[in-house]
């Protein structure tokens, strides 16, 4: 299982990287977004589509690969 994990790039995820290149556009559509959810199950606010990480690259790369604009972007 380590090896997966190594693999996915979630070992570097952990140091604050991002996930591999593609990560969610791989997936399907609500799997992606199952997988997004997992992430801030808990970490979030209730009733807000406010997203936060301290990771970054993460939150660069969950904006970039859901087209989450910010502002006026």
């Known amino acids: 299982m380590i090896e997966d994990l190594k693999e996915l790039c979630f070992l570097d ?12 556009r791989d997936l399907r559509h609500n799997i992606a977004l199952s997988v997004l959810l997992g992430f801030y199950d808990g970490d979030g606010e209730e009733g807000t589509p406010i997203i936060h990480s301290s990771n ?13 604009r910010h502002g006026k972007n």
């Open 56 to 68: 970054r690259h993460f939150f660069k790369q969950i904006r970039r690969e859901f087209n989450i």
């Open 13 to 24: 995820f952990k140091d604050g990287k991002a996930l591999k290149d593609g990560f969610f």
